[in-house]
């Protein structure tokens, strides 16, 4: 009982390490600093924490998204002086601080999938911008493209989540937007319901107060000529009989 358990256990682990290593996805940034400038030399995806959030520092990064909105903030500081690895020697230990003229940085911060550009500035000032796009994938561009999904980008692919959003309407997505609702998109589909996008011209269901449904206008024509049909034959069969009794 124990084994099975064990295995149980085990297995749940294993389904839940993607979650959780999304969770801590994070861009890592190589940025190369010398006389107040930045250059970026490489940043990739890795599968490891981000850095905590810190208020104190002389520079900001930000990670901005599509829409321009600033996703994540945090303030960091440049060390310029040299590091003397252990174990310290006597004459290194004597040695006055030496301030180095450039160094490289690397910044760990957070993931987000609707992320566009990451920024270095000094007040206010963007020292360096940087393209995330490639890593994104969410564009907020209001449209479903090839590589989103409504679980990687529910802004955008909001078809299926039962609610005919603002960028949908019966044609591009009749499983949330049902005909002859408002939905920027004239259907003109027969189905008793006046589109309240279309106009009367476009939407026959829009006029069938004053002209009927078709299913009604066909019954009364088909009852007209079945009435028209009955008084013809009874007249026919009158004039018929009064030629007889003449005779």
Request: charged fraction near 25%.
């Amino acid at each position: 009982m124990k084994k099975i358990k064990f295995i149980f256990v085990f297995l749940i682990s294993i389904l839940l390490i993607p979650s959780a290593l999304a969770d801590s996805l994070s861009y890592s940034a190589a940025i190369h600093y010398r006389n107040w400038q930045f250059e970026l030399k490489n940043i990739i995806l890795t599968e490891a924490a981000s850095a905590p959030k810190s208020e104190v520092g002389e520079y900001t990064a930000k990670i901005i998204s599509f829409k321009n909105d600033v996703l994540f903030e945090t303030k960091f500081n440049i060390n310029l002086v040299k590091f003397y690895g252990l174990p310290v020697s006597k004459e290194t230990a004597i040695l006055p601080p030496e301030e180095l003229a450039e160094t490289t940085i690397d910044l760990l911060l957070p993931y987000y999938p609707n992320a566009k550009t990451l920024q270095i500035l000094k007040n206010d000032a963007v020292l360096l911008e940087a393209d995330l796009s490639n890593f994104a994938t969410c564009n907020e561009n209001n449209v479903c493209d090839k590589l989103e999904t409504i679980e990687t980008c529910p802004k955008d692919c909001t078809c299926g989540n039962r609610v005919c959003d603002g960028n949908e309407n019966y044609v591009s997505c009749s499983t949330d937007c049902a005909s002859g609702e408002k939905d920027d998109y004239c259907d003109r589909v027969f189905d008793n319901k006046c589109d309240p996008d279309c106009s009367e011209k476009e939407d026959f269901d829009c006029g069938k107060e004053k002209t009927g449904s078709p299913i009604a206008i066909s019954i009364y024509i088909i009852s007209g000529i079945i009435v028209a049909a009955i008084i013809f034959f009874v007249y026919k069969k009158s004039v018929k009989k009064k030629t007889v009794k003449k005779k």
